[in-house]
């Protein structure tokens, strides 16, 4: 139980630190002008003020989170939590470094010219969309299920390809990913 | 040099014709991504999008737009710089970000690390208030300032510059507001938050109807709709509003896509009868083409007169 | 030109508008076509447990774009989808609640608690005539209220308000959806403070970028959609995922019930109904008009007057034993929600809840609709574009109402199937649907990164009984804020305390240190 209780303090404190660092090295480090400047013999409101009251807002909540509100149910993070997310991030990273690459990576091994003069063209197009958009879903639903199952696949597949129906297809002007870096 | 760039606005259509002929066999290499440097639905941003759907219609090629805007064009500018300069990019912007916007912005990049292409139209740039302020003329706006502060809306730096030499000259204090937008400037206009502003063509139809009035013109002619407003040369402000919607590459864009794209470009907004065009005449005044060196010339001249208005601006 | 000449051009602006077909030399309109689709859509989304309303809006958006443009004819035909799937994810949302004692949106909690009684008594189908009635019922009363109060209200702002008295009004705001939502003002106020932190990102007036650490992928500031569907939308998607993970899914079969008895919906039923649903409505029809107080709570709040109400009359069935009062008390008020959130959007530009942010995200990304109280101004002679939409948009939800009355009960009683989607497979699809509609509108992988970024900001942030919304409202605020106290500052030439120079304007300020303080004296840990 003693941890939960100070899990709002935790969280509150963290808050202001938070706040103390965008306020007093952030925004000064990285705005050009200050709180209130003079431009035109007239006094002006500087690009420091808005980021500055931010932080005061982050601050002020922290302080009100760490002092008053010390609920015995409060929520905190768990191990697990972070765990999860650590796999998740994991595969989706895996997931959307594979669609960028994969086009690429294909063109270059098959073809002379290179995958920017084919990212408008089918098959070459859909390659990594496809195979990446197909291996983040199914591998999510791998997660969920504790094994990659062949329906995972078949849906992944099923959903790239409805996404490919839906935005590729019918408009010229639209690109899928990664086609707009290349 | 204003002199040489107005009779090259005159002869716009024979050179469009003329260097159309010449570079017709390049074509882009695949779509062309076009960069907007305005907020997507207003008169610029339908400006640009109505000039791609008529080189589209016309000529097969291809546009992806896309916008980028924010920082009076720096954004876009920072943005398209290091892109392929073989005319598969292209950005719109106004000559103010490669004049005044790059100078003061000092982010290390100059006129010449760009390849102007084309203007496209100019900006009817007017002072303007409602006419239920009871002022007709400039003087009497004048009058009413000294009895106490103006709230007057700008919608760049430059302008908010160009407002504070214009208070100076006539020895009042504007308290000037910087408002996003010539829509912005026209809101707070009509919602009495502020008493006077810039607008750059989007007072046309207000002041055709009487509800708003052109008190000057912020060019160094007069405005179009309300010649007998005086210009800001009449009115003791030795610099002027005078600006154009710019198309722009990648510095170092081969002679021959640049060209190709200008005279494309050239053509549809002064072909009565295309879509561009009918909105430019509307909103514009009509097209002002100032293509290839012409445009590079002017944005390089643009940019070094800069230092000027700021010294001014400063004093 | 008058209210009445818009009220008319509004209407027009929608059956004389583009049209998609014709039947029978009858030209149908593209944007009833869009708001019949929209409607049709919610409700299907709304009774599927996992998705939400504004999930199917951040989907549909950038396709809905891509066919109409960016031209001020798009505004309607897009607006109205939009419309119609927030309409029918509210009657949507009892359908899984009712038959399988699972809401399929949080604000049809309430909801299971006699619905699905009344399931297993064999009445499943006259609960779902009682929801459906009771939900638009209670949206079209607050669509009225919307229509009488929205362009008054924007009126009296734009006649009232100065510039420093809307900086205040916008101030009052943020430190009510901050104080409210939640209900932790601690964490209301840190999730404000890191909204206007991320809105500050990239913008500002001078030519540096500020906060943008010298990159210029930051220059321009964090894409708006990246924010609002990685907070709202991903990051429930994550902790989602979570849940199913930690749980390893039970698929526990679904008993069927045998269905009998007289399941129609009988004048008596509804006489005695009535009270429940338009004490309810009233209630959601208020809770809706402030901003940031959601369906949820008017729901709740709905319930337990009319359980109250219900006791003191002593019939029975009791509330929770399957009584109708019941389904009608809860529906109806989270029902009511939808139409009067609209108030402070269209009057202030301020929005309350998620669909109404997704409603601003539209209205932005097309262009020539900038909700706020210039919409309602008279501007003369001519013709104020953005009024006709304005009245265009009320137009679209009689249409959307009239939908519902029409075939909405029918289709909802047939969408029981959609709960039978599993979860698990539903929300990696949903994930993968809004990562490629962003990059579909950014056309950078970096979009991508920053909407997982926000994403996991999101999933910390339930995770830590922090609520999102007031996050992305002061997000999608949080420039007009700097920009409305800039330009009060410069206009009043420079008074420091211009937030306090008039009565108005420091009557704002006052309310605003009331709301913050009154909510300090009850802290209560947050439901998110």
Same mark, same amino acid.
């Given at each position: 139980?003693?941890?939960f209780e100070?899990a709002n303090?935790?969280?509150?404190?963290?808050?202001?630190g938070?706040?103390?660092l965008?306020?007093?090295?952030w925004v000064?480090?990285?705005?050009?002008?200050g709180?209130?400047?003079k431009?035109?013999?007239?006094i002006?409101?500087g690009?420091?003020?808005?980021?500055t009251?931010?932080a005061?807002f982050?601050g002020? #909540?922290?302080?009100?989170?760490a002092?008053?509100?010390?609920?015995?149910n409060?929520?905190r993070?768990?191990a697990?939590?972070l765990q999860?997310l650590?796999i998740?991030l994991?595969?989706?990273a895996i997931?959307?470094a594979?669609?960028?690459w994969?086009g690429?990576?294909v063109? #270059?091994?098959?073809t002379d010219q290179?995958?920017?003069?084919?990212?408008?063209?089918?098959?070459?197009?859909?390659i990594?969309?496809?195979? #990446?958009?197909?291996?983040i879903?199914?591998?999510?639903i791998g997660?969920?299920?504790?094994r990659l199952t062949?329906r995972?696949?078949?849906?992944?597949l099923a959903?790239?390809i409805?996404l490919?129906?839906v935005?590729?297809?019918p408009f010229?002007?639209?690109?899928l990913?990664?086609?707009?870096?290349? | 040099?204003k002199?040489?760039?107005?009779a090259?606005?005159?002869a716009?259509?024979l050179?469009?014709?003329?260097?159309?002929?010449?570079?017709s066999?390049?074509?882009?290499?695949?779509?062309?991504k076009l960069?907007?440097?305005?907020?997507?639905?207003g008169?610029?941003?339908t400006?640009?999008?109505?000039?791609a759907e008529?080189?589209?219609?016309?000529?097969?090629?291809?546009f992806?737009?896309?916008q980028v805007t924010?920082?009076?064009g720096?954004?876009?500018?920072?943005?398209i710089?290091d892109?392929?300069n073989?005319?598969?990019v292209?950005?719109?912007v106004?000559t103010?970000?490669?004049?005044y916007?790059?100078?003061?912005?000092?982010a290390?990049?100059?006129p010449s690390?760009f390849t102007?292409i084309t203007?496209?139209?100019?900006f009817q740039?007017?002072?303007?208030?409602l006419?239920s302020?009871?002022?007709a003329t400039?003087?009497?706006?004048i009058?009413?300032?000294?009895?106490?502060?103006?709230r007057?809306?700008a919608?760049?730096?430059?302008?908010?510059?160009?407002?504070y030499l214009l208070?100076?000259a006539?020895?009042v204090?504007?308290?000037?507001?910087n408002?996003?937008?010539g829509?912005g400037v026209?809101?707070?206009v009509?919602?009495?938050d502020?008493?006077l502003?810039f607008?750059?063509?989007i007072?046309?139809?207000g002041v055709?109807?009487?509800?708003?009035?052109n008190?000057a013109?912020?060019?160094?002619?007069?405005?179009k709709?309300?010649p007998?407003?005086p210009t800001?040369a009449?009115?003791?402000?030795?610099f002027s509003?005078d600006?154009?919607?710019l198309?722009?590459?990648?510095?170092?864009m081969p002679?021959?896509?640049r060209?190709?794209?200008?005279a494309?470009v050239g053509?549809?907004?002064s072909?009565?009868?295309?879509?561009?065009n009918?909105?430019?005449?509307?909103?514009?005044?009509?097209?002002?083409?100032?293509a290839g060196?012409d445009a590079?010339?002017l944005?390089?001249s643009?940019?070094?007169?800069?230092?000027a208005?700021?010294q001014a601006a400063?004093? | 030109?008058?209210?009445?000449?818009y009220?008319?051009m509004?209407?027009?602006?929608v059956?004389?508008g583009?049209?998609m077909f014709?039947?029978?030399?009858?030209?149908?309109?593209?944007?009833?076509?869009?708001?019949?689709m929209?409607?049709l859509m919610?409700v299907?989304v709304?009774?599927t447990?996992? /998705?939400?309303g504004?999930m199917a809006m951040?989907v549909?958006?950038?396709?809905l774009?891509?066919?109409f443009?960016f031209? @001020?004819?798009a505004l309607?035909?897009v607006?109205?989808?939009?419309l119609g799937i927030?309409?029918?994810?509210?009657?949507?949302?009892a359908?899984?609640?009712?038959?399988?004692?699972?809401?399929g949106? @949080?604000?049809a909690?309430m909801?299971?608690?006699d619905?699905?009684?009344?399931?297993?008594a064999?009445q499943?189908?006259?609960?779902?005539?009682?929801a459906?009635?009771?939900s638009?019922?209670?949206?079209t009363?607050?669509d009225?209220?919307?229509?009488?109060c929205?362009p008054?209200?924007?009126?009296v702002?734009?006649?009232?308000?100065d510039l420093?008295?809307k900086?205040a009004?916008?101030?009052?705001s943020?430190?009510?959806?901050a104080a409210v939502?939640?209900?932790s003002?601690g964490k209301?106020?840190i999730?404000l403070?890191?909204?206007?932190l991320?809105a500050?990102?990239g913008?500002?007036e001078d030519?540096?970028?500020?906060?943008?650490?010298g990159?210029?992928?930051?220059?321009q500031?964090?894409?708006?959609?990246?924010?609002?569907?990685?907070?709202?939308?991903l990051?429930?998607?994550?902790?989602?995922i979570e849940e199913l993970?930690?749980?390893?899914r039970?698929?526990?079969?679904l008993?069927?019930?045998?269905?009998s008895?007289?399941?129609r919906l009988h004048?008596?039923?509804i006489?005695?109904?009535?009270?429940y649903?338009?004490?309810?409505?009233?209630?959601?029809t208020? &809770?809706?008009a402030l901003?940031?107080?959601?369906?949820t709570?008017?729901?709740?709040l709905?319930?337990?007057?009319?359980?109250?109400?219900?006791a003191?009359k002593?019939?029975s069935?009791?509330?929770?034993?399957?009584a109708?009062?019941g389904?009608?008390a809860t529906?109806?008020a989270n029902?009511s929600?939808s139409?009067?959130?609209?108030i402070p959007v269209l009057s202030?530009?301020?929005?309350?809840n998620?669909?109404?942010?997704?409603?601003i995200?539209a209205a932005?990304s097309i262009?020539?609709?900038n909700?706020g @109280?210039?919409?309602?101004?008279?501007t003369?002679?001519q013709v104020?574009?953005e009024m006709v939409i304005?009245?265009?948009l009320?137009?679209c939800?009689?249409?959307?109402?009239l /939908?519902?009355?029409?075939?909405g009960?029918?289709?909802?009683?047939s969408?029981?199937f959609?709960?039978r989607?599993?979860?698990?497979?539903?929300?990696?699809?949903v994930?993968?649907l809004?990562?490629t509609?962003?990059?579909?509108?950014?056309?950078r992988?970096?979009?991508?990164?920053?909407? &997982?970024?926000f994403g996991v900001?999101?999933?910390?942030?339930r995770?830590l009984?922090?609520?999102?919304?007031p996050f992305?409202?002061a997000?999608?605020l949080?420039g007009?804020l700097e920009?409305s106290?800039?330009?009060a500052?410069?206009?009043?030439g420079g008074?420091?305390?211009?937030?306090?120079?008039?009565?108005?304007?420091?009557a704002?300020m006052?309310?605003t240190?009331?709301v913050?303080t009154?909510?300090l004296?009850?802290?209560?840990?947050?439901?998110?």
């Amino acid at each position: 139980m003693r941890s939960f209780e100070r899990a709002n303090l935790i969280l509150g404190l963290g808050a202001v630190g938070m706040a103390v660092l965008v306020a007093c090295v952030w925004v000064p480090a990285d705005v050009t002008t200050g709180m209130i400047e003079k431009v035109r013999r007239q006094i002006t409101i500087g690009d420091a003020l808005a980021p500055t009251l931010a932080a005061g807002f982050i601050g002020f #909540g922290g302080l009100i989170v760490a002092v008053f509100e010390r609920p015995e149910n409060a929520r905190r993070i768990s191990a697990r939590n972070l765990q999860f997310l650590a796999i998740f991030l994991i595969i989706v990273a895996i997931g959307f470094a594979v669609m960028r690459w994969l086009g690429p990576a294909v063109a #270059g091994l098959l073809t002379d010219q290179g995958y920017r003069a084919l990212r408008d063209t089918a098959p070459w197009k859909y390659i990594g969309f496809l195979v #990446g958009a197909a291996g983040i879903v199914a591998a999510l639903i791998g997660l969920v299920e504790g094994r990659l199952t062949l329906r995972g696949i078949l849906v992944g597949l099923a959903a790239a390809i409805g996404l490919i129906v839906v935005y590729d297809l019918p408009f010229e002007d639209l690109l899928l990913p990664p086609n707009g870096d290349v | 040099m204003k002199r040489f760039l107005r009779a090259a606005v005159t002869a716009v259509g024979l050179t469009a014709l003329a260097t159309g002929a010449l570079a017709s066999d390049w074509t882009p290499p695949g779509p062309i991504k076009l960069m907007i440097a305005f907020k997507a639905g207003g008169g610029a941003d339908t400006q640009a999008r109505l000039i791609a759907e008529d080189l589209e219609a016309k000529l097969g090629w291809k546009f992806i737009p896309e916008q980028v805007t924010g920082k009076g064009g720096m954004n876009l500018a920072m943005a398209i710089k290091d892109q392929p300069n073989d005319g598969s990019v292209i950005g719109i912007v106004v000559t103010e970000t490669l004049g005044y916007n790059m100078k003061v912005a000092n982010a290390g990049v100059a006129p010449s690390d760009f390849t102007a292409i084309t203007t496209t139209a100019g900006f009817q740039m007017g002072v303007v208030s409602l006419s239920s302020k009871g002022w007709a003329t400039f003087d009497d706006m004048i009058a009413a300032a000294k009895a106490g502060s103006l709230r007057f809306g700008a919608m760049s730096p430059k302008l908010a510059d160009l407002a504070y030499l214009l208070g100076k000259a006539q020895g009042v204090d504007f308290n000037i507001v910087n408002v996003k937008g010539g829509k912005g400037v026209m809101n707070g206009v009509n919602a009495g938050d502020l008493d006077l502003g810039f607008m750059a063509g989007i007072q046309g139809k207000g002041v055709a109807a009487g509800d708003l009035v052109n008190l000057a013109s912020a060019l160094s002619e007069p405005l179009k709709q309300t010649p007998d407003a005086p210009t800001f040369a009449d009115l003791g402000v030795p610099f002027s509003a005078d600006g154009y919607f710019l198309i722009i590459g990648p510095g170092g864009m081969p002679t021959e896509a640049r060209d190709a794209l200008a005279a494309a470009v050239g053509e549809v907004v002064s072909t009565e009868g295309t879509k561009s065009n009918g909105m430019i005449s509307k909103a514009f005044g009509g097209a002002a083409v100032i293509a290839g060196d012409d445009a590079q010339a002017l944005v390089q001249s643009d940019f070094e007169a800069a230092g000027a208005l700021l010294q001014a601006a400063s004093e | 030109m008058g209210w009445f000449d818009y009220v008319w051009m509004g209407i027009l602006a929608v059956f004389q508008g583009p049209e998609m077909f014709s039947i029978l030399g009858l030209a149908i309109p593209v944007t009833i076509v869009m708001i019949l689709m929209g409607f049709l859509m919610g409700v299907a989304v709304g009774a599927t447990p996992g /998705l939400a309303g504004p999930m199917a809006m951040a989907v549909a958006l950038p396709i809905l774009i891509s066919i109409f443009g960016f031209t @001020p004819d798009a505004l309607l035909p897009v607006m109205g989808f939009l419309l119609g799937i927030m309409k029918g994810a509210t009657i949507g949302g009892a359908v899984p609640a009712i038959l399988f004692n699972t809401p399929g949106t @949080p604000d049809a909690f309430m909801t299971t608690l006699d619905g699905y009684p009344m399931t297993k008594a064999g009445q499943a189908r006259k609960a779902l005539r009682v929801a459906h009635f009771s939900s638009a019922s209670g949206d079209t009363f607050s669509d009225i209220v919307l229509i009488f109060c929205a362009p008054f209200l924007a009126v009296v702002v734009e006649r009232y308000l100065d510039l420093p008295e809307k900086t205040a009004l916008l101030i009052l705001s943020l430190a009510f959806i901050a104080a409210v939502i939640g209900g932790s003002v601690g964490k209301g106020l840190i999730s404000l403070g890191l909204g206007l932190l991320a809105a500050y990102v990239g913008t500002g007036e001078d030519f540096y970028p500020r906060l943008s650490m010298g990159s210029q992928t930051l220059a321009q500031g964090f894409p708006i959609a990246a924010v609002v569907l990685g907070v709202l939308i991903l990051g429930e998607v994550f902790k989602s995922i979570e849940e199913l993970w930690q749980e390893n899914r039970k698929s526990g079969a679904l008993a069927v019930v045998e269905q009998s008895g007289d399941q129609r919906l009988h004048w008596a039923d509804i006489k005695r109904l009535l009270p429940y649903i338009s004490r309810s409505a009233v209630i959601g029809t208020a &809770i809706g008009a402030l901003p940031g107080i959601g369906s949820t709570l008017a729901a709740t709040l709905g319930y337990t007057t009319g359980r109250a109400a219900h006791a003191r009359k002593g019939r029975s069935p009791a509330f929770g034993q399957g009584a109708p009062e019941g389904i009608a008390a809860t529906e109806a008020a989270n029902s009511s929600v939808s139409g009067a959130n609209l108030i402070p959007v269209l009057s202030l530009g301020i929005p309350g809840n998620a669909a109404a942010v997704f409603l601003i995200l539209a209205a932005d990304s097309i262009g020539g609709f900038n909700p706020g @109280p210039s919409v309602f101004r008279f501007t003369g002679d001519q013709v104020n574009p953005e009024m006709v939409i304005a009245f265009g948009l009320f137009t679209c939800m009689m249409i959307a109402n009239l /939908l519902n009355w029409t075939i909405g009960g029918a289709f909802m009683r047939s969408m029981g199937f959609m709960s039978r989607i599993p979860k698990h497979i539903l929300l990696p699809v949903v994930l993968l649907l809004t990562l490629t509609s962003i990059y579909v509108q950014e056309t950078r992988m970096v979009a991508i990164w920053f909407t &997982i970024g926000f994403g996991v900001l999101g999933y910390l942030m339930r995770r830590l009984g922090i609520s999102p919304l007031p996050f992305v409202i002061a997000y999608i605020l949080g420039g007009k804020l700097e920009e409305s106290a800039r330009q009060a500052f410069a206009a009043t030439g420079g008074d420091a305390w211009f937030l306090f120079s008039s009565s108005v304007s420091i009557a704002f300020m006052a309310l605003t240190v009331l709301v913050v303080t009154l909510s300090l004296r009850k802290p209560k840990e947050a439901r998110t």
